[in-house]
């Protein structure tokens, strides 16, 4: 298999049409003809996760976070961004991004959210005419976010407690009355703080919003606006993701190329 075959494959799920403008995706490290056998996966191309791929043998790296966002004027070991490029380069680990399109794809980080918290009949919070693969029609039910209902009828303080055991999180918060009743619930995996996105939870009628990174002002004009929030971390909404592109590449090759989860958690930061 080759780095060529990855990029096909990902435009079948999440084609890079779907990414926003401002997004840094496809392939960023390395070269399209490169084989690849050993596949590491991960959110974040950080030090650790390098390492990991270096000393595990590992000649390519799925993540979704870019590694490059910004234009790049040099490539040296005197910043993070260069110094993990060369490393990867010398080391011939090739490195592709799916970021906002893997966000909106269906199947993709909101779905792998959706599925975990236990939301039924899920549909986008914010629809988007998503193009489809090789110049297919616009897929239904791709787009940012996903709006759900939940199997029952519970309270805010006990959706909280179970979202914490369900999601693996210990350090999470919540704004709204915890006796407030929840039945239908939005969620944006990562960061989902925007005022767009909160609007679109209220518009759907939404009773509790579900994502990463909330913001004071944005909290305080939400609770204001009847919309519970809960707030379970920019990593862990999307952290979920990684195994089913495992799954899927797995299944693409036959199980005929390795692929592996990071063992490094992105939720902890190690400095020793």
């Known amino acids: 298999m080759t780095a060529q075959w ?35 996966v991960a959110l974040d191309v950080t030090d650790a996760v390098i390492h990991e791929a270096i000393t595990g043998d590992f000649d390519f790296i799925i993540c979704h976070h870019p590694l490059i966002y910004n234009p790049v004027k040099r490539v040296t070991d005197d910043d993070s961004t260069g110094r993990k490029i060369v490393a990867l380069i010398k080391n011939g680990i090739g490195c ?3 970021h906002t399109n893997l966000d909106k794809a269906i199947g993709g980080v909101n779905d792998c959210l959706a599925k975990k918290i236990g939301l039924q009949n899920a549909v986008p919070l ?8 090789d110049g297919f029609p616009a897929e239904a039910g791709a787009g940012i976010g996903r709006v759900g209902f939940l199997p029952a009828k519970t309270t805010l303080a ?67 606006s009847g919309l519970a929030l809960v707030d ?18 797995k299944n693409a090759s036959q199980n005929r190329i390795e692929i592996f989860a990071s063992s490094i958690n992105g939720q902890i930061f190690d400095t020793e």
């Open 96 to 98: 592709y991004c799916a």
């Open 126 to 133: 914010i629809p988007e005419e998503c193009p489809g693969a």
């Open 6 to 40: 990855i990029i096909d494959e990902f435009e079948k799920w999440s084609p890079m049409a779907y990414a926003e403008e401002w997004d840094n995706v496809g392939l960023l490290v390395g070269s399209a003809s490169w084989t690849v056998k050993k596949i590491l």
């Open 158 to 224: 006990e959706f909280f407690a179970e979202l914490k055991i369900s999601l693996g999180i210990s350090a999470m918060r919540f704004c709204g009355d915890g006796a407030k009743k929840i039945e239908k619930v939005g969620i944006c995996g990562g960061d989902g703080s925007g005022q767009r996105y909160i609007d679109a939870a209220v518009s759907h009628g939404c009773d509790a919003y579900v994502t990463g990174d909330l913001r004071y002002h944005a909290a305080q004009d939400a609770v204001e």
């Open 232 to 249: 379970i971390t920019h990593y862990g909404g999307e952290i979920f993701v990684l195994d089913e592109i495992i799954a899927r590449i």
